[in-house]
């Protein structure tokens, strides 16, 4: 993502009165770089290769803290999280081999329309994330199990 949107959260930080650390300024900043899920891990060892060190604790908190002032969205695991989307996102995950193919479509629209007609609500954004096998780890599955028989 470009500079904008992390200026963006940074200054909606500062406007609630959220000290900024040099630590959460990097972990925001790259949250704000990352597109999909980021668990605590990564964002520790991508903190790292921007020359900050920064322990568990800390990541953990600032993601507390920033789910808890509505600037991010969290996963479907504790340490999971990504930066609340400003735009529509689809994607499908590999369980296997951890690989994340975006969905290129129309159907962000078709969501947003089905949800105001059957629900009233106007949704600013859709994300939409698919979890399975891919093409070739599902083939491998399928190779695997015929060299059992």
């Known amino acids: 993502?470009?500079?904008?949107?992390?200026?963006r959260?940074?200054?909606?930080?500062?406007?609630?009165?959220?000290r900024l650390t040099s630590q959460r300024s990097v972990l925001v900043s790259i949250l704000d770089a990352e597109e999909g899920f980021v668990d605590a891990a990564a964002l520790c060892m991508l903190a790292k290769r921007k020359g900050v060190r920064v322990d568990r604790a800390t990541v953990y908190r600032t993601l507390a803290l920033l789910r808890d002032n509505n600037l991010l969205a969290a996963g479907d695991r504790a340490e999971a999280a990504v930066a609340a989307?400003?735009?529509?996102e689809l994607?499908?995950?590999c369980d296997q081999c951890g690989t994340r193919q975006?969905?290129?479509a129309d159907a962000p629209g078709s969501i947003k329309r089905e949800l105001q007609r059957c629900t009233g609500f106007d949704a600013s954004a859709v994300r939409l994330e698919a979890?399975?096998?891919c093409r070739l780890c599902a083939a491998k599955s399928r190779l695997r199990g015929k060299s059992k028989n």
Request: glycine share 10%; net charge positive; no cysteine.
């Open 102 to 104: 975006p969905i290129a």
């Open 1 to 7: 993502m470009n500079a904008r949107p992390q200026r």
């Open 131 to 133: 979890r399975g096998e």
């Open 85 to 88: 989307p400003a735009k529509d």
């Open 9 to 18: 959260l940074l200054d909606q930080l500062r406007a609630r009165g959220i």
């Open 91 to 93: 994607g499908l995950v």
